[in-house]
């Protein structure tokens, strides 16, 4: 897996790495038709399951778009959560974990004689 900074999606399945998807649109789309951005062929997964939303340059946010049998992060069931890293999405036997190691910028310092 790729650690170059971009936002990215590491798909697992029963905790395998399967794929890694780059995060490059305003509007990904997960689900299981083959149309969608992730397509997990699954029964569980709805058709259209849920989308992530670039909100800002930095912030991503994951819906559920009504499936039946939801979406959870780390554990709970959501409608909609604001990504963070490391964020753990579960579908069924799918795991998807939110990738996005920014580079922590730099603190202003003054110099001592200030």
């Known amino acids: 897996m790729s650690t170059d900074g971009y936002p990215r999606i590491v798909l697992l399945e029963n905790g395998v790495l ?3 998807y780059h995060l490059d649109k305003e509007i990904v789309t997960i689900g299981r038709a ?3 951005d ?3 062929h699954y029964i569980p997964v709805s ?3 849920a989308q992530i939303l670039r909100v800002a340059e930095d912030r991503y946010l994951l ?3 009504g ?3 939801g979406t959870l992060v780390n554990g709970a069931r959501i409608r909609e959560h604001g990504l963070k890293h490391g964020d753990r999405i579960g ?3 799918y795991t998807l ?3 996005y190691a920014q580079e922590p910028q730099p603190e202003e310092t003054k110099p001592e004689n200030e």
Do not use: A, E, P, Q
């Open 18 to 20: 399967v794929r890694d």
């Open 34 to 36: 083959s149309v969608n």
């Open 38 to 40: 992730i397509s997990l």
């Open 47 to 49: 058709r259209t399951h």
């Open 63 to 65: 819906k559920d778009l």
């Open 67 to 69: 499936s039946k049998n």
């Open 91 to 93: 579908l069924g036997k």
């Open 97 to 99: 974990v939110f990738w």
